[in-house]
């Protein structure tokens, strides 16, 4: 259970402080209890109305629930038809997921370059890494902050490919006002634990898109149409379906989004406030067009420390029951990817020098500003 009673000044020395944490109150688990007294557990009502509420929520027509934004991110390959020999533009500074998906459908991952401001995919790199087969962008919205999606849009709209935008880490974002999730062909939410609502596990794929809406449905269910019985299968499909118990939890999740975000970035301007004149830590460059949605608490190191001294203090920040992590260990430099596509270190150099000196501190909705001054307290003492 997380400790959610927010006071002051009441924190137990000895206790661990947690990477991040749900935030659950008395009406998921009511919500819960309520699906297993139905006897509904799948394909049933709190599916339809968690779809409904999300969609709603980022302004589009289309909400389809996953068991997984990973599984999401794959259906949106398929609904696509991305596949062997197609090429899919991403970034190397994101959770494996977002290229994973690519390789799922035997297709290969063009990596460029990040911005060095705002940590997202640099826009500027993107056109000269689309060849004739390229299918796909796929822009990631690191850590809330939503990706250049105008001009990741323009892009695709000149050369003719499909966005699958990776909101996993942004759901209530928005960039000039539109939210994160709402952009190109089709967007992705995940709900583990960490993220901004959790389900558990689960994910939400958005669209407007009808046709796009009605492959990941149906393939998400085995490939049965709507109507279809159940053991008719009009395409191939998997079962990436949500549970209704699931579902109750997003739901309740998601009508309280408000005070959910509200609380995160109290938590956020704590820690900004607090290490605001530590000239040693920099940080993720909020762009003015973006209004983040918190999902972790990233700082950097500044560029004179090593690799090295950064992996050394996550190990005694974690040695005092600080919990912490290195976001993002780059795509490229993962051992199946160097062999796979022979990428090596120096190909993404913005990427490695960032992802080199990150620690995610302790990020959760429960922290309160004592111990988030104890975790700076402890940073400081490590630099
Ligand atoms: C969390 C996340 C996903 C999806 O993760 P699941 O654990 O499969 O729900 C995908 N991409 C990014 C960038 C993420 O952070």
Known sequence: MCRNDGTPGVRNENMPINLSGPDISQAEIDAVIEVMKSGRLSLGPKIDEFEEKLA?????????????????????????????????????????????????????????????????????RIEAAI???TKALIPVDAFGEVAAMEEVEAIAARNNVRIIEDSCEALGATYRGRMAGAFGDAGVFGFYPNKQITTGEGGMITTNDDDIARLCRSMRNQGRDTGMGWLSHERLGYNYRMSDIQAAIGVEQIRRIDEILARRAQVANWYRERLKNESRIEWQHNDPECKRSWFVFVVKLADDYSEHQRNDMIAQLREREIGCSNYFAPIHLQ??????????PGD??????VAARTIALPFHNALTQDEIDQVCTTLESLL
């Not at 051992?335 to 090596?344: A, E, I, L, N, S």
């Not at 993404?348 to 020098?353: A, K, L, N, S, Y």
């Open 348 to 353: 993404f150099p913005v990427c490695e020098r």
């Open 131 to 133: 060849t004739p087969k």
């Open 56 to 124: 709603a929520y980022v302004g589009v027509k289309h909400g389809i629930a996953v068991s997984s934004g990973t599984c999401g991110l794959h259906l949106l390959i398929r609904a696509l038809g991305i596949s062997h020999g197609d090429e899919v533009v991403s970034t190397p500074f994101s959770f494996i997921a977002s290229t994973n998906c690519i390789m799922f459908e035997g297709a290969t991952p063009v990596l460029v370059d990040i911005d060095p401001v705002t940590w997202n995919i640099d826009a500027s």
């Open 335 to 344: 051992p199946f990817y160097m062999k796979q596509f022979g990428f090596k």
